[in-house]
Nanobody, 121 residues
Framework: QVQLVESGGGLVQAGGSLRLACHASGRIFSINDMAWYRQAPGKQRDMVARITNVGETTYPDSAKGRFTISRDDAQTTAYLQMNSLEPEDTAVYYC???????????????WGQGTQVTVFS
């Protein structure tokens, strides 16, 4: 089994910054993409950043220039640096990872439990 554990959420004033972390553990042979999604009350879950195992990154327009995703050398921890935060960024942020548990198996999609980010003006 694989676990994704997020940390770093909290309460921040508009214009401030937060850094989220997501650590993957368990039966892991390799991890392909890691990504951050967010979901505000009453809204769908949307991707805010994605990084491949070779460091290629993707952001929606809402995150470009403000959010930066990165991974550690072990490729098991993803970070999301969020700057210039706005009240509209308030949501539960979820980590997502495509994990290969053993050689020859198929990639499985895993989610973390989420971490709350609240931005006040």
């Amino acid at each position: 089994q694989v676990q994704l554990v997020e940390s770093g959420g909290g309460l921040v004033q508009a214009g401030g910054s937060l850094r989220l972390a997501c650590h993957a553990s368990g039966r892991i042979f390799s991890i392909n993409d890691m990504a951050w999604y967010r979901q505000a009350p009453g809204k769908q879950r949307d991707m805010v950043a994605r990084i491949t195992n070779v460091g290629e990154t993707t952001y929606p327009d809402s995150a470009k220039g403000r959010f930066t995703i990165s991974r550690d050398d072990a490729q098991t921890t993803a970070y999301l640096q969020m700057n210039s935060l706005e009240p509209e960024d308030t949501a539960v942020y979820y980590c997502n990872a495509l994990v290969l548990s053993t050689r020859g198996s198929t990639y499985q999609n895993y989610w973390g439990q989420g971490t709350q980010v609240t931005v006040f003006s």
